[in-house]
């Protein structure tokens, strides 16, 4: 698990990082001038190699799993990332989505952590998504209702409303397929077969609700053509268009870079996809030269190898 963890994570990183300079860039103008490496600048000016609030919150989360699970240390660790105290790749924080921001504000009042999530329909962008992927290395023993629960709560504490937090369920799903050895597609059918049973036997949500996910439980996203494919920061577009980025690549940079040009939140459908390719294909078929450049490697990888250590100890 140990290759897992640490691929993953900078899976995440390096998909981060090759989005920031794009951030918010439409898809026609990506098509005349794709994304093929490392850039420096762009939209947020920064370094080459420099990730975004997408993997410090990822980074959070897998430095507060290394002391056990434990929601009120979540939030702590998310509100010193916020008040630049940890995680930031430069030693401040330059992006941050507004549902975050007023959860960490919630935090910072001392609010019940799971409670800080908003929960109305607009409340639905991908700040709990993007960050989800160390959950899996935590519960991947755990029966499919606890693994629920757990994921429940820690979206809960920067977004609440159940669509984002289905959307965090089928990510980790999905992934723990993968984690098991499942190859892509044959992972993918047996997520939707689990998701959609334990949908049916435990009502989480109308059918209404339900039915924002019917293009990823009962079709086949990676069928559809790429103008059907969104990439906001809106939760659903953010799942569907990292499924699809990997489902329709054959390594790790094909998969992230797919999802860079896709345009608009570019970092974060990166980071997504980027999680799932890094797992999958392994730390090896990442771009050495990626890695090389990104923001505090050593310590993202020091970070992985605590985590590792410490789940093998439970």
Avoid at 126 to 141: A, Q, T, W
Wanted: hydrophobic share 40%; net charge negative; charged share 25%.
């Amino acid at each position: 698990m140990k290759n897992q963890i640490k691929s993953g994570i900078l899976g995440v990183c390096i998909g981060d990082a090759l989005g920031v300079p794009v951030e918010f860039r439409k898809r026609e103008q990506l098509k005349r001038s794709p994304v093929t490496k490392m850039r420096a600048l762009g939209t947020h000016h920064q370094p080459a190699g420099t990730w975004s609030d997408d993997s410090s919150l990822t980074l959070c989360l897998a430095d507060s799993l290394c002391n056990g699970y434990n929601l009120e240390d979540m939030a702590l660790k998310f509100l010193q990332w916020y008040n630049a105290e940890i995680w930031t790749p430069h030693g401040r924080v330059f992006d941050i989505g507004i549902a975050t921001r007023q959860a960490i504000y919630k935090v910072s009042k001392g609010y019940t952590p799971q409670l800080c999530g908003g929960t109305s329909e607009f409340d639905n962008g991908n700040g709990s998504l993007m960050r989800i992927l160390p959950v899996l290395f935590y519960i991947k023993n755990f029966p499919i209702k606890a693994r629920f629960d757990r994921i429940k709560e820690v979206s809960s504490i920067t977004h609440r409303h159940i669509r984002s937090v289905i959307s965090c369920f089928i990510y980790l799903e999905f992934l723990l397929e993968i984690l098991n050895g499942a190859e892509k597609f044959e992972a993918y059918h047996k997520m939707q077969e689990t998701v959609k049973y334990f949908l049916d036997y435990n009502p989480v949500c109308s059918q209404a609700e339900m039915d924002k996910f019917e293009r990823i439980l009962n079709k086949n996203i990676f069928e559809f053509d790429e103008e059907k494919i969104g990439s906001s920061g809106y939760v659903l577009h953010s799942l569907e268009a990292s499924l699809w980025c990997f489902l329709n690549s054959e390594s790790y940079s094909e998969a992230v870079l797919k999802a860079v040009n896709l345009g608009e939140d570019t970092d974060t459908t990166a980071a997504i996809t980027g999680g799932i390719a890094g797992i999958y294909y392994g730390y090896e078929n990442i771009p050495q030269e990626w890695i090389d450049v990104l923001v505090r490697k050593d310590d993202i990888e020091a970070l992985c190898d605590t985590l590792f250590k410490k789940l093998q100890n439970n």
